[in-house]
């Protein structure tokens, strides 16, 4: 079994930072893809960014690109997002997922924390 527990969160205004990281437990490590979603009240789950195993390869959302950046230690079984120049509408509750399938489309079907929230102020 994998848990993943984000930390992280809080209120920010914009323009400011907070990094978010991910500690997995379990049967994880290099061979699990890692990835962050958010929900924004009234707003369906979104994808926010992914990164292999490795940490080679990563993917972003377009709106947050140039902004965030996944990271990841696999000595500690933690993933990080570093989010910088927030935003209000970045304002979501964040989720972090681990997935074994390979590939960041099985972020989908993973493990699942119970998110953080990240609130930013105008």
């Known amino acids: 079994q994998v848990r993943v527990v984000e930390s992280g969160g809080g209120l920010v205004q914009a323009g400011g930072s907070l990094r978010l990281s991910c500690a997995a437990s379990?049967?994880?490590?290099?061979?699990?893809?890692m990835g962050w979603f958010r929900q924004a009240p009234g707003k369906e789950r979104e994808f926010v960014a992914a990164?292999?195993?490795?940490?080679?390869?990563?993917s972003y959302a377009d709106s947050v690109k140039g902004r965030f950046t996944c990271s990841r230690d696999n000595a500690k079984n933690t993933v990080y997002l570093q989010m910088n120049a927030l935003k209000p509408e970045d304002t979501a509750v964040y989720y972090c997922?681990?997935?074994?399938?390979?590939?960041?489309?099985?972020?989908?079907?993973?493990?699942w924390g119970r998110g953080t929230q990240v609130t930013v102020s105008s």
């Open positions: 990164i292999s195993g490795s940490g080679s390869t990563t």
């Open positions: 997922a681990a997935s074994n399938s390979g590939s960041f489309n099985g972020l989908e079907t993973g493990y």
């Open positions: 379990g049967r994880t490590g290099r061979s699990y893809t």
